[in-house]
């Protein structure tokens, strides 16, 4: 019995077979790199994440420009807010606000915080004295 055609047609299997495992290591060498990119970018977002929500909590609360008035003093009053470090008078946000000291101007600018406090975005602490919503 001749077995020569047996041992060619066993080399040309193994051959293929040889050639499908190094196809499928460069395939798993290629998978294996993109799914280390793919980890190292989900341990960044991670870390944003911890960094962006320790961060938030030191931010001051806005509230949503939806829920202001529509007047370009009322950003510029919370801004005024949140740099203070205590309550302030309507007269103090009029200076901040480099409005002139008039009576209008200083009775306008109560209004206008008496309505934040009517929103719920500043509180009146006693007659007068404003401060941030804790």
Known sequence: MN???LLEALDVQE???????DDLRGQITELQGRLREAETHLEHLAITRK?????????PARAASA?????????RILAVFHQATGPLRARDVCE??????L???IEGTR???????????LTEL???????QQ
Not at 15 to 21: M, V, Y
């Open 15 to 21: 051959d293929a077979a040889r050639a499908l495992a």
């Open 103 to 105: 009576p209008k101007n």
């Open 96 to 101: 901040a606000l480099d409005h002139e000291l």
């Open 67 to 75: 829920d202001l008035p529509e007047h370009p003093d009322y950003p």
């Open 3 to 5: 077995i020569q055609p």
């Open 111 to 121: 209004a206008k915080l008496k309505r934040l406090v009517k929103l719920g975005i």
């Open 51 to 59: 960094t962006v929500t320790a961060l938030a909590d030191r931010l």
């Open 126 to 132: 006693d007659t007068g004295n404003f401060a941030r």
